[in-house]
């Protein structure tokens, strides 16, 4: 009996401890809480009423019933702390509902001084609404924004030129630019402290002939499965002076289009590139030579399994560019990695460094 009394006071004492501490600390610890598990916290005392209101981080994460879920996330809005700032907004919508839900949350957002935005669209129409995105564009403190858009019919439309001037990491999935003439496009060069961009799904039938990625500040590009459709062969062009890490990745898309760049990219570190889908060589070659002053190279065995094929066949028309600076070159032996023996990889990086002077080798298992 005395033990289990000793227990209940230990457990008082710990409550104690929790709610001793002043509102800052436990306002950041529950920052990293889902807002619903952080809003109900407020039946644990008279304390903790209130405390959720002065949260400047808000995380909606779906539960079931879209009615239920757009309710709630207006009510949070509704009923914090006004006068607290919201640095961080994490939200989902769905269907038909997403259009009065995002307005209302962006516009709010956009006058607490926000920061950090991440949207994650489910729309299943032909059109997607796209009212919202003026709003964001309201937010003049917004350093991150990720817009992941799940439509299989059809893109978010975004304006030519995206005038987010403090923006420094940008990830869009499943975007078109407006075109406004000589079916070229550049959105990015408006974002003058842009640092990283990812894009995936960014080109398709109804986009610009042309995407442009010109930035000084550009440091950090991913480009994933741009190509939403074989019917056309739109080009890419690379205007980044500052780059230093870059990655492309095909996992079910093709290569159909053309890469260029306009600099030499002096500052370039790192080199990822993985292919999936079956190509020429020839493509591949010439998109190295876009990145021959890289220093750490690293290729798929995807990748090394299209070259091979080709040596074998006698279809490697383009000889390989030389690497300058390269220092290390890596292999990432996926799923196929028994498509290819390592005598074969040896064959490639053969060729592939021929005029290298040292270059260590890793083969890395994934």
């Known amino acids: 009996m005395e033990g289990k009394r000793m227990r209940k006071s230990d457990g008082r004492n710990e409550e104690d401890r929790l709610s ?48 239920k879920y757009n309710r709630y996330v207006s009510h949070v809005l509704s009923n914090r702390d006004h006068s607290v700032s919201l640095h961080n907004l994490y939200l989902s919508v769905f269907i038909s509902t997403a259009p009065k839900l995002l307005n209302d949350a962006i516009k709010y957002a956009a006058l607490h001084h ?29 350093t991150f924004l990720d817009l992941f858009i799940s439509s299989s019919r059809s893109s978010l439309i975004l304006p030519p030129s995206l005038l987010l001037p403090s923006l420094e990491t940008l990830h869009l999935s499943n975007v078109t630019f ?22 995936r799904h960014s ?38 002076p500052n780059l230093s890490s870059f990655t492309l990745e095909n996992s079910h898309t093709s290569m159909c ?15 990822k590139i993985d292919n999936r889908v079956d190509i020429h060589s020839s493509i591949i070659i010439s998109c190295l030579g876009l990145f021959s002053n890289v220093r750490t190279l690293t290729l798929s065995s995807h990748i090394l ?38 005598d074969e990889v040896n064959k490639v990086l053969e060729c592939l460094v021929q005029n290298c002077e040292t270059t260590s080798v890793d083969v890395i298992e994934c």
């Not at 000589?182 to 974002?191: A, K, L, Q, R």
């Not at 610009?208 to 741009?226: F, G, H, V, Y």
């Not at 289009?257 to 080199?271: A, D, R």
Request: hydrophobic share 40%.
């Open 20 to 67: 001793a501490l002043p509102d800052g600390v436990l306002l950041h610890i529950m920052e990293f809480l889902p807002t619903i598990q952080a809003v109900k916290s407020s039946v644990l005392s008279k304390r903790w009423k209130n405390l959720w209101k002065s949260l400047t981080t808000l995380s909606f994460r779906f539960f079931n019933g879209i009615r």
């Open 114 to 142: 926000l920061q950090k935005l991440k949207l994650s669209i489910d729309y299943k129409f032909k059109e997607i609404p796209n009212s919202f995105v003026p709003l964001i564009f309201n937010c003049k403190c917004l």
């Open 257 to 271: 289009y053309e890469l260029s760049c306009t600099c030499h990219l002096p500052f370039l570190k790192e080199v």
């Open 305 to 342: 399994h299209i070259l091979l094929k080709d040596l074998y066949l006698g279809r490697m028309d383009i000889q390989p560019p030389y690497f300058a600076r390269l220092e290390s070159f890596k292999i990432e032996m996926g799923l196929n990695s028994n498509m290819i023996s390592e």
């Open 178 to 199: 407006t075109v406004i003439d000589n079916d070229c496009v550049e959105p990015f060069s408006t974002c003058t402290s842009l640092t990283t961009l990812v894009l």
């Open 203 to 240: 080109m398709h039938y109804q986009s610009a002939q042309t995407l442009c990625i010109s930035s000084p500040s550009i440091s950090t590009l991913k480009l994933e499965n741009m190509v939403h459709t074989h019917s056309f062969i739109p080009k890419i062009v690379l205007s980044v």
